[in-house]
């Protein structure tokens, strides 16, 4: 049930990479991935928010879940 999230939240940020609430959306999309056991998107949706949205409140949430 988390799929059709996960294609819509990704559909949104592949067709409107300018939207102001991109950061937060990869921050959603990588939560749901870790919930549906893909640790690995996940991951890379957080080194994203960190090296493109370095400033924004998500990058500092998905940096916490990048520490060791």
């Known amino acids: 049930e988390l799929i059709p999230a996960i294609d819509t ?3 949104v940020v592949t067709n409107h990479p300018e939207y102001k609430k991109t950061p937060e959306i990869l ?3 990588a939560d749901l991935y870790q919930k549906t056991n893909n640790s690995t998107a996940a991951k890379l949706l957080y ?3 960190v090296e493109e949205y370095p400033q924004s409140n998500a990058s500092q949430t998905a940096k916490k ?3 060791p």
């Open 47 to 49: 080194r994203r928010l």
């Open 9 to 11: 939240l990704n559909s």
């Open 27 to 29: 921050l959603v999309l």
């Open 65 to 67: 879940h990048l520490a």
